[in-house]
């Protein structure tokens, strides 16, 4: 295990500069390029928002940074649960000549998202500092911690999904699904009220989705620290994954290259 | 110092057939009505039989083979890629391996990007490769040609920005697939002169090709294999005369 690790930190000049170069392709040749990151999402918040805010008699101003962080960290989930599980398929070339831990793969998909939800986060802060000033404090520093807590939960998930996916190829199509079925009992762009009125308080409280969106949206929208239970099911799930990661990764990890 | 060692006992690699055979739903129901053209069984693989090689340093040891031989399979086995399905791989030193030697380049990025970034794919940092980067520009020498993205370039000056790239450091043990014969006529001579030099810092070189010439001239000691199996494993001069004979050349 320990072997393992420094195997990670050794090649960690490989595997950043494969996160870099997925950035690099992603905007190459873009006239807007790296802006699209912010862009993207901020458009379809606004535009969700304009949409939900009428249906819903919201106010958009507060609206429209909820539904804008649900998206950010959504897409940041997505891409690492439906990119993440094909991580060592599309690295098979690497795989089959370098014997590097398969885990900088994986980590490869979430470092690379990971830097996009920052920049994507960027208009986000902008609009909440605009339309609620008086949440600005102290507690905004808990923003930060959203992004150690995401990475420690999506990479041993990728790693875990990956090793599946390159042994039985259905996976990221039933995944494409399960995302699906996971954002709907999801609060990511619905307000957590609306469950709850609807009698729907588990999908909250046990979800950890929830939790995770609370660490961004307690500072920002309510103006408060994230509660101890919100980091207690963010830490738990981390370390639930890390663990099966772990043993699957024990069995697996060595005869991945036969799948590739 | 010749403390490099390669050793395997009794090794067996199979490749297990679930890897490779087709499994949807579409080949089960099509099952019962179909049957494969040859009438031959997908079976496992058994890419290496029972093969038990020890090499010291100090040597240089060619593979011979013809296609499916086994030749790659026991090159990437001993880089440890493949796991034995019985028997036991020991390696001492640090193995450099040259098989693909295009391997993570990017064609957009420009000749000098891809220095640094074909050096970070085999493990180096990127101040060595700073440091370092003049002296592959020179070898290369492909001109002003090297601040262009990599998608302009022949399919030679690939080659030559390649071979530039990963011969530069060398291993204690030394694996070689191929790669020898690449670019035009003045830099063959060059490759070869650089590819001999890398051969000689290195303490076990471990060399698979068709090229009997360059065999003959590199190794002292050849293995022969055959469908898996070792068949002969001694001087490369009745290495060669081995492998001739089996394939029925001699």
């Given at each position: ?60 101003g507060i609206y429209a940074p909820y539904i804008l962080s649900g998206i950010i960290v959504w897409d940041f989930l997505v891409s690492n649960v439906t990119g993440g599980s094909l991580s060592f398929v599309q690295a098979d ?168 | ?107 957009d990025a420009t000749g000098r990007e891809n220095i640094l970034y074909r050096g970070l794919l085999m493990g180096l940092t990127p101040a060595f490769m700073r440091e370092r980067e003049a ?116």
């Amino acid at each position: 295990m320990r072997e393992y690790c420094t195997g990670i930190w050794q090649a960690r000049y490989f595997w950043t500069h494969l996160a870099l170069s997925d950035l690099r392709s992603r905007w190459r040749r873009s006239y807007l390029g790296v802006f699209w990151s912010l862009l993207q999402p901020l458009g379809l918040a606004l535009l969700l928002a304009l949409v939900f805010s009428r249906l819903l008699h919201a106010d958009i101003g507060i609206y429209a940074p909820y539904i804008l962080s649900g998206i950010i960290v959504w897409d940041f989930l997505v891409s690492n649960v439906t990119g993440g599980s094909l991580s060592f398929v599309q690295a098979d070339a690497y795989i089959k000549q370098c014997r590097h831990p398969l885990a900088i793969y994986t980590l490869r998909s979430v470092l690379g998202s990971l830097i996009a939800l920052m920049l994507a986060s960027l208009p986000l802060y902008a609009w909440s500092a605009l339309i609620l000033p008086q949440h600005i404090g102290w507690n905004w520093l808990a923003i930060l911690s959203l992004f150690p807590l995401l990475a420690a939960i999506a990479w041993p998930l990728a790693t875990v999904l990956a090793y599946i996916a390159t042994r039985f190829r259905d996976l990221p199509h039933a995944l494409g699904l399960a995302v699906q079925a996971l954002w709907f009992i999801s609060p990511v762009y619905f307000e957590e009220k609306l469950f709850r009125q609807g009698g729907l308080d588990l999908l909250v409280d046990y979800n950890p989705i929830y939790h995770i969106l609370q660490i961004v949206r307690a500072p920002l929208l309510q103006g408060s620290w994230p509660t101890t239970s919100n980091y207690a099911f963010a830490l738990g799930t981390a370390v639930l994954l890390t663990l099966l990661a772990w043993l699957v990764g024990r069995k697996a990890e060595r005869k991945v290259i036969f799948y590739l | 110092m010749k403390h490099s060692h390669v050793c395997l006992h009794g090794a067996n690699l199979h490749y297990s057939a679930t890897a490779f055979k087709e499994r949807s739903l579409k080949s089960l129901l099509a099952h019962p009505f179909r049957r494969t053209r040859t009438g031959t069984r997908i079976g496992d693989i058994h890419a290496l039989k029972n093969i038990s090689v020890d090499i010291r340093g100090g040597e240089r040891v060619g593979l011979l083979g013809h296609n499916g031989a086994g030749k790659s399979t026991f090159l990437r086995t001993v880089a440890g890629l493949y796991p034995l399905s019985s028997g036991s791989l020991r390696v001492a030193g640090q193995i450099r391996s040259l098989f693909d030697l295009s391997l993570g380049f990017e064609p957009d990025a420009t000749g000098r990007e891809n220095i640094l970034y074909r050096g970070l794919l085999m493990g180096l940092t990127p101040a060595f490769m700073r440091e370092r980067e003049a002296e592959i520009v020179a070898f290369a020498d492909l001109g002003e040609f090297i601040d262009y993205p990599l998608k302009t370039y022949s399919a030679g000056m690939q080659v030559r920005l390649a071979f530039a790239i990963s011969t530069l450091v060398g291993g204690e043990v030394l694996l070689l697939d191929e790669v020898i014969g690449a670019g035009d006529a003045s830099f063959m001579a060059k490759a070869q002169r650089r590819l001999e030099h890398l051969v000689d810092s290195a303490e076990i070189l471990i060399l698979a090709s068709h090229d009997l010439q360059a065999l003959a001239r590199l190794c002292e000691r050849g293995l022969v294999l055959h469908r898996g199996e070792l068949v002969f494993d001694g001087p490369i001069e009745q290495a060669i005369a081995t492998y001739l004979e089996i394939n029925g050349n001699g």
